[in-house]
Nanobody
Framework: QVRLVQSGGGLVQAGGSLRLSCAAS????????MGWFRQAPGKERELVAA????????SYADSVKGRFTISRDNAKNTVYVQMNSLKPEDTAVYYC?????????????????WGQGTQVTVSS
């Protein structure tokens, strides 16, 4: 069992930046692939970014490429997503996710463990 606790988020103007953090419990963090997903009202949950256990491979949604960066610090059991050049369409509840299975890290269905969600609102 992994518990994920998110922090960060809030209200920012378009063009601004935010960093979300997700801290995992336990001592096996390095065995988990980690992902960030988001869900806007009336829309399905979608991938933002994901990072493999090794940290050497990352994936991004086309809509955030070049603006968002996912990273992990295994010593701190934490995964981050740095979000720059934010747009109003980035407004959503953001969730981090974790799983130790091998598979397509871009799919929400891979992940068994989820954070509590945090609201990101970008004003125009």
């Amino acid at each position: 069992q992994v518990r994920l606790v998110q922090s960060g988020g809030g209200l920012v103007q378009a063009g601004g930046s935010l960093r979300l953090s997700c801290a995992a419990s336990g001592h096996t963090f390095r065995r988990y692939a980690m992902g960030w997903f988001r869900q806007a009202p009336g829309k399905e949950r979608e991938l933002v970014a994901a990072i493999r256990k090794s940290g050497l491979s990352t994936s991004y949604a086309d809509s955030v490429k070049g603006r968002f960066t996912i990273s992990r610090d295994n010593a701190k059991n934490t995964v981050y997503v740095q979000m720059n050049s934010l747009k109003p369409e980035d407004t959503a509840v953001y969730y981090c996710a974790a799983d130790d299975a091998d598979g397509p890290i871009t799919r929400a269905s891979l992940y068994r463990y989820w954070g509590q969600g945090t609201q990101v609102t970008v004003s125009s």
